[in-house]
């Protein structure tokens, strides 16, 4: 692992798996999600990744009018690194999803985007007992009990695309989204294949149905895989889901990895208390790094660390 003097705190606003019904404050609306999104920064997130929903009714869309203005609004309000998904969830033929999870990325080719290292098994339709009846709205429903006959597609076509139309012709820096040890071999594979270079920024993700569990031993057996793949040419971060949120990204910084916090990862900030907002959760693991003597990185810092071709080359 490449070695620097400070941590990355990302934000990831609002995701695509959690509904309206879970949490009155998961921000939905442009200007709730653009708030959010500046608040994360202004708290100490020098990165900020972005889903899109549909300002009536929170659904996960790839509208890239809709993006458009998120990026637009909270660039001209902060200095962060805007990071934009490449998997949103998207129906259709492989191609159609395919066409559409690319959409705002290509159109508006950021500093970095997610980049998913394999297929993902999760698991929303498992809520839909505890959720029946308290949707706010139909698609809810539809969402979580359609999720049980859809598999995250990340084939290697999409995976050579991705690299080849993002990363070699528009310059975009990725998050290597990993959920398992095989997905670091993957990566190793496709690096050596030419189609991704270092240093490679690795999200290693843990309590995600289909992946690994949120036992310290999975981190570490992680961290000592990407050494042996990887070297000194990777920086790594960790993100947890829900209630082990602060718990793993705080032992990502003691092992000088970085941190991913936000409200698509978790709703929560501590023992059944509701998240009101994604600053609420950095301002918590900003803390932490405080206490162990660690110092944040501004939006530069990150953007040198990571190589990234800055917030001037960007189409919005």
């Known amino acids: 692992?490449?070695?620097?003097?400070?941590?990355?705190?990302?934000?990831?606003?609002?995701?695509?798996?959690?509904?309206?019904?879970?949490?009155?404050?998961?921000?939905?609306?442009?200007?709730?999600?653009?708030?959010?999104?500046?608040?994360?920064?202004?708290?100490?997130?020098?990165?900020?990744?972005?889903?899109?929903?549909?300002?009536?009714?929170?659904m996960p869309v790839t509208n890239t009018d809709i993006y458009e203005i998120y990026l637009k609004r909270i660039k001209q309000q902060t200095n962060a690194i805007l990071n934009l998904t490449t998997g949103q969830p998207h129906l259709g033929t492989p191609e159609e999803v395919l066409n559409a999870r690319l959409a705002a990325p290509l159109k508006f080719a950021p500093e970095i985007t997610s980049f998913n290292m394999g297929p993902m098994n999760p698991a929303p339709w498992a809520l839909a007992e505890k959720y029946q009846?308290?949707?706010?709205?139909?698609?809810?429903e539809m969402f979580l009990s359609g999720s049980k006959s859809v598999t995250m597609q990340n084939t290697y076509a999409f995976m050579e695309r991705i690299a080849k139309e993002l990363g070699e012709e528009?310059?975009?820096?990725?998050?290597?989204?990993?959920?398992?040890?095989?997905?670091?071999?993957?990566?190793?594979?496709?690096?050596?294949?030419?189609?991704?270079?270092?240093?490679?920024?690795?999200?290693?993700?843990?309590?995600?149905?289909?992946?690994?569990?949120?036992?310290?031993?999975?981190?570490?057996?992680?961290?000592?895989?990407?050494?042996?793949?990887?070297?000194?040419d990777y920086i790594w971060s960790v993100l947890a889901s829900g209630k082990d949120q602060i718990r793993l990204t705080a032992v990502s910084a003691a092992m000088g990895g970085m941190v991913r916090v936000g409200m698509e990862d978790?709703?929560?900030?501590?023992?059944?208390?509701?998240?009101?907002?994604?600053?609420?959760?950095?301002?918590?693991?900003?803390?932490?790094?405080?206490?162990?003597?660690?110092?944040?990185?501004?939006?530069?810092?990150?953007?040198?660390?990571?190589?990234?071709?800055?917030?001037?080359?960007?189409?919005?």
């Open 266 to 316: 978790s709703l929560w900030a501590g023992k059944g208390r509701l998240a009101k907002s994604s600053a609420e959760q950095v301002k918590m693991i900003r803390t932490v790094l405080e206490t162990l003597s660690l110092d944040v990185a501004t939006p530069d810092e990150a953007r040198e660390i990571l190589g990234t071709k800055g917030a001037s080359n960007v189409n919005f």
């Open 1 to 58: 692992m490449r070695k620097v003097n400070k941590v990355i705190i990302t934000s990831a606003t609002t995701g695509a798996m959690h509904l309206p019904c879970m949490s009155p404050y998961l921000p939905l609306t442009p200007d709730q999600i653009i708030a959010d999104s500046v608040g994360a920064a202004e708290a100490g997130a020098s990165i900020i990744h972005l889903h899109a929903r549909d300002p009536e009714t929170g």
């Open 170 to 232: 528009r310059g975009v820096r990725f998050e290597y989204e990993c959920f398992d040890i095989g997905h670091l071999y993957t990566l190793a594979f496709i690096a050596d294949r030419g189609w991704v270079k270092p240093p490679f920024f690795i999200q290693s993700i843990f309590g995600f149905l289909g992946g690994l569990g949120t036992e310290v031993d999975h981190m570490v057996h992680m961290r000592q895989t990407a050494d042996r793949l990887f070297g000194n």
């Open 133 to 140: 009846g308290k949707t706010k709205y139909p698609w809810e």
